[in-house]
């Protein structure tokens, strides 16, 4: 693709007019990459812009987007935002600006939500693709998640990848990572929808404020599509914000609201802008009525009849790692993804209401990550559970006996046990359970590792589970 084309959308600090005609044959953030007639994008990171630059020269790039000119022989493209730029560049060079994207952001429910607007597409007979923390979904294939949301250049191949095979709407979540970091800079999404902001990512954000702010700014713009929890403070700002904003919510007045919800969370009655619907879902919790309202609600919007919704909504199963129930010798083993405070708390409350006996957990806290969370966690934890082991959860480059003591202080008593080796946590807890009795394990979900000193070393919940009740 020639330079000019590449460019189209970005403002040029310098004059590069004689060299609009040079062709692109890659686009690449990474330096190493073979870049034979390729551009890089020099951004300020780990490693030094120069050192990076002069690497992607001498692997093959003839341009360079920069945000300061260096002292090489290569065309460089000046701007004030070279990751914006580069969300544009992407976009252009795949040609990805017609395709339809849902974008779902929150701190818990994003998974959730993703699925559920799937398959009540799916099932009104579209096809789908879906981009997010579980993987990469699209017609029969699929793609393991590095990033909840992947980086620009790798979005928009992806989303190239979707639309040459036909996909009709691409449902993704977007983190809070991805619009501090600009990746979803540039594209018109047909929906935008909140589902929470609560404590999390406070080792990158530094205050819960400043992550506030981020999630409230990927809703900017009043002519989008906007879908958001009329019961979360940020959803109350969008609506005052933006008129146009359709509300979903239990306890605000809402354009989608729910009422008679049974204790265990799975039946309901929905109503959508005075369409009323009783639901009885597979998905258990008042966090998944959310999810359910939200999904609903954006699929009305986007043209699905209020009948296919309500047949999809019965149907629907959970997405895997969230909430899964393992039934056996009347007890109960949950595993779910929780690792937020709040996701903490909304499970284990959940989880009460399915349990006839005690109710056992197995959690940890994850390395390199906001540390303030661990004993808020284990204030939860010693509060909502009969007894807990507290366990290692991608400890990282940090000492996994350090985090499960930072937990260990928020409880009072002695109903713990710290146990670093997870699966061995696992084993105990399955062994404590007697008739009626829950264990439910958080803070992994479908992670297919755990990651120690910067090695992902293959592990699973369901696989440890599988193999301790004979089933593996």
């Known amino acids: 693709m020639k330079l000019e084309k590449l460019l189209e959308g970005i403002k040029v600090k310098n004059d590069i007019d004689k060299y609009s005609d040079i062709e692109i044959h890659c686009i690449s953030a990474c330096s190493q990459d073979d870049l034979t007639n390729g551009m890089f994008f020099c951004y300020s990171g780990s490693h030094n812009c120069y050192d990076m630059a002069k690497m992607a020269v001498k692997n093959g790039a003839v341009a360079i987007v920069c945000d300061k ?26 040609d990805t600006s017609d395709v339809k994207v849902i974008g779902i952001t929150g701190t818990n429910g994003k998974t959730t939500t993703s699925f559920i607007i799937a398959q009540i597409l799916q099932d009104a007979g579209y096809k789908v693709g879906v981009i997010g923390t579980n993987g990469i979904f699209y017609a029969n294939s699929f793609l393991p998640a590095k990033l909840t949301t992947p980086d620009a250049i790798d979005l928009h191949e992806i989303f190239s990848i979707m639309k040459k095979g036909g996909v009709d709407y691409i449902v993704m979540e977007v983190s809070a990572h991805a619009i501090a970091l600009k990746k979803v800079w540039g594209i018109k999404f047909v929906c935008k929808i909140l589902t929470n902001v609560t404590w999390d990512h406070l080792d990158y954000f530094k205050t819960l404020d400043e992550y506030k702010k981020v999630k409230l700014s990927f809703f900017d713009n009043s002519s989008d599509l906007m879908i958001v929890n009329a019961d979360d403070e940020i959803g109350q700002k969008i609506i005052q914000k933006f008129d146009s904003a359709i509300s979903y919510g239990i306890n605000s007045p809402s354009d989608c609201f729910c009422i008679d919800v049974s204790k265990e ?18 998905l258990y919790g008042l966090f998944n009525v959310y999810n359910c309202m939200a999904g609903a609600t954006c699929c009305y919007f986007l043209g699905v009849s209020v009948d296919q919704i309500h047949k999809s909504l019965q149907t629907l199963h959970e997405a895997h790692g969230r909430f899964n129930i393992i039934k056996f010798d009347n007890k109960k083993i949950i595993i779910d993804f929780a690792h937020t405070p709040q996701g903490l ?19 940890g806290c994850g390395g390199d990550r906001d540390k303030s969370k661990r004993k808020i966690m284990g204030e939860i934890a010693e509060r909502l559970t009969d007894f807990c082991y507290i366990t290692s959860d991608n400890p990282r480059f940090e000492n996994p006996e350090s985090i499960i003591d930072e937990i260990a202080q928020g409880f009072t008593g002695n109903s713990y046990i710290k146990e670093k080796n997870r699966e061995k946590a696992i084993q105990l807890a399955i062994n404590s359970l ?25 592990y699973s919940d369901f696989d440890t589970v599988n193999k301790i009740l004979g089933k593996g």
């Not at 969370?265 to 597979?282: A, E, P, Q, R, Y």
């Open 434 to 458: 007697k008739s009626g009795d829950t264990l439910i394990i958080c803070g992994k979900g479908a992670e297919k590792y755990i990651d120690i000193k910067g090695e992902k070393i293959p």
């Open 265 to 282: 969370g799975n039946s309901f009655v929905m109503n959508i802008c005075d369409n009323v619907l009783n639901v009885k879902t597979h």
């Open 69 to 94: 000119i260096y002292d090489l022989n290569v065309v460089q493209i000046l701007v004030d935002d070279v990751r914006q730029s580069m969300a544009t560049v992407a976009k252009n060079f795949y």
């Open 345 to 363: 708390e909304n499970v284990l409350k959940t989880a009460q209401k399915l349990t006839d006996g005690k109710l056992i957990c197995v959690f």
